[in-house]
């Protein structure tokens, strides 16, 4: 008798492979068989009707910190995510000198909008180095499988102090205790190193994060580093259309470190790279760029989202007129407060008003163009970014203006409607093309950051339930691949990401038809009250982890399977 059989369902094994009618046998935390399987299980899960595919990898997010008070991982844990990656853009919470944990708290929350008092509340610390937080991890109930990058912002300002945020290059002995550093990292079970050159991020006084100016010698030394370990994965926010001239100088010096650096490692690099309306064909001159490096021996991956990463405004969180004296002053009430306001056609007037008038709004985020905002009611999201669901034309529908528009959406919603506004991949056939480029890896999920702004954790649900159900840009092989074996191989997950006998038990059961997203929510469970975005899905009948259901029937269970895990 096996402990789990899943009967009769559609497997699609990660592979690539389309899917065949096959039973699941699971003992312990491991797939024991594929196919007929005669013996009955401890408990059977039905599945017919239903995809059987290897639970997904995303291998983009920031819950480093959000794991000790939410071990979890929502929300990741709804939308079939049964790995994540921690550590991403450089920023992490080790190393850390002692007595130095809020500036990393504060570094976060300047780069990742994660409040550190929150932090600061929610987590005990009491690490130092990254093998230490990693074990702190190992020390807590999770319920998703948890691997880890070690920032370069931490372990620089952890070596060099200030000095890690100036110009001038890391010495000599710098780099060597970096390098040092990242081996005890890898050594303990890290996948890699992180490293932001973004000029946008930033650390609380407005200086560039530690690790943005560092020479190619440093970034070549420390993944050199990871060569010495024969493992690891390099993530980069590169800079990459920042302060670029038509000819784009600074992206070309960009992609030639990252190419150097990685056929000199011999270790693999991933970038993010979206299609911008500021730079409409950059991405495609990056992919090409980045094929040809391919072909003299770089293993560089752009990485990129299954939709618009977007800002969501609403009577939640933030609005589009946050700046405004009657909005503040709305948005400070109480939330039932806020709500019993929309009734009050003086205010709606005052608002109105306030909004109509010209406003000098400005930085690349600034929601300026009502054309570009996107109706995101209550109930199912579907991310509807046609001219016709934008609130421009909710505006002209109505015979109002914008600000009008809005505010009356919002009445009539209860406070729940939500404006979705795409700042990056807003051209959904740019990501169509990034989707079938075979270079690019799905990521930038994002999750555990800019809590009460964004909320594009539910991706692998959009992807399969927009790119293959409903578009048939990508077979459902092909796709699920993309979220399973593809990320789990790139980061040396060994027999994770496959439907196969002796594969750890990591698998979704999943209704693609029933598949949907719901519109992100408002909720105050962080430390200290704080309040973030929450997305929720229909469609997965369960998910399990190491061999135990986490998820049944879109909810979760008491189990908490989930374990710290380490390239091979």
């Known amino acids: 008798m096996h402990d789990i059989v899943i009967r009769g369902g559609e497997v699609v094994d990660g592979t690539g492979a389309g899917p065949r009618r096959a039973d699941v046998a699971i003992d312990g935390d491991r797939i024991t068989a594929v196919g007929d399987v005669p013996d009955a299980g401890r408990r059977e899960l039905d599945a017919t009707g239903r995809l059987v595919t290897p639970g997904f990898v995303d291998i983009h997010t920031h ?13 990741s844990c709804f939308h079939g995510v049964t790995t994540i990656v921690l550590g991403n853009c450089g920023v992490t919470f080790a190393p850390v000198q002692p007595g130095k944990e809020r500036y990393l708290a504060e570094m976060m929350e300047s780069v990742e909008d994660i409040s550190a008092d929150a932090v600061m509340d929610g987590i005990a610390w009491g690490w130092e180095t990254y093998g230490d937080y990693l074990d702190a991890l190992r020390g807590l109930a999770l319920g998703v499988n948890v691997g880890g990058l070690v920032g370069h912002c931490a372990l620089r300002y952890y070596v060099m102090g200030e000095r890690g945020l100036a110009e ?18 890898m050594d303990r079970g890290a996948l890699g190193f992180s490293s932001s050159r973004s000029f946008m991020h930033t650390v609380p006084d407005g200086r560039p994060v530690p690790g943005t100016y560092a020479q190619p010698a440093e970034l070549a030394a420390i993944a050199h580093a990871l060569a010495d370990c024969g493992r690891g994965v390099i993530e980069v926010v590169p800079r990459i259309g920042e302060r670029d001239g038509p000819d ?11 190419e150097e650096v990685s056929r000199s490692s011999g270790r693999p690099l991933t970038f993010a790279m979206m299609q911008s309306d500021r730079r409409p064909d950059l991405w495609s001159w990056v992919m090409g760029e980045v094929g040809e490096a ?18 969501l405004y609403g009577l939640a969180g933030h609005s589009p007129y946050d700046a405004l004296p009657a909005w503040v002053e709305l948005m400070a009430k109480p939330w039932a407060k806020r709500v019993e306001a929309l009734a009050d056609a003086d205010l709606r007037a005052r ?7 010209p406003a000098d709004l400005s930085g690349p985020l600034a929601p300026k163009d009502p054309a570009k905002l996107y109706l995101l009611p209550p109930g199912i999201a579907r991310y509807d970014v046609s001219e016709a669901n934008s609130l421009a034309a909710e505006a002209a529908r109505r015979g109002t203006t914008a600000a009008g528009a809005f505010f009356d959406f919002l009445a009539e919603t209860d406070g729940r409607g939500l404006l979705y506004y795409p700042v990056l991949n807003q051209d959904l056939g740019a990501v169509a093309q990034m989707l079938v480029n075979p270079d690019v890896i799905v990521g930038v999920a994002d ?18 339930s927009h790119w293959v159900r409903d578009q048939g840009l990508l077979d459902i092989g092909t796709a699920v691949r993309k979220l399973t074996q593809e990320p789990a191989e790139f980061f040396g997950l060994v027999d994770r990401g496959v439907v196969a006998p002796g594969a750890h038990a990591d698998l979704n059961v999943i209704d693609l038809e029933g598949l949907q997203l719901h519109t992100p929510e408002i909720v105050d469970d962080f430390p200290l009250g704080s309040s973030r975005f929450l997305q929720r899905a229909d469609g997965y009948d369960y998910t399990l982890v190491n061999g135990q259901v986490l ?18």
């Open 447 to 464: 999750a555990g950051a800019h809590v009460a702004l964004t909320m594009d954790a539910g991706q692998s649900s959009f992807l399969l």
């Open 248 to 258: 784009r100088q600074n992206s070309i010096s960009e992609l030639a470190w990252m």
């Open 551 to 568: 998820v049944d029937h879109d909810e979760l269970t008491a189990a908490r399977p989930g374990t710290v895990v380490s390239p091979a």
């Open 351 to 357: 608002l109105v008003h306030e909004a109509d008038q």
């Open 168 to 185: 001038e290059p890391a010495t000599d002995a710098d780099i060597a205790a970096m390098a040092a550093l990242v081996r005890e990292a």
């Open 63 to 75: 819950l480093d910190a959000q794991l000790f008070w939410d071990p979890v991982a929502s929300p």
């Open 294 to 311: 391919r072909g003299r021996g770089a293993d560089l991956r752009p990485q990129t989202t299954a939709r618009g990463s977007g800002i």
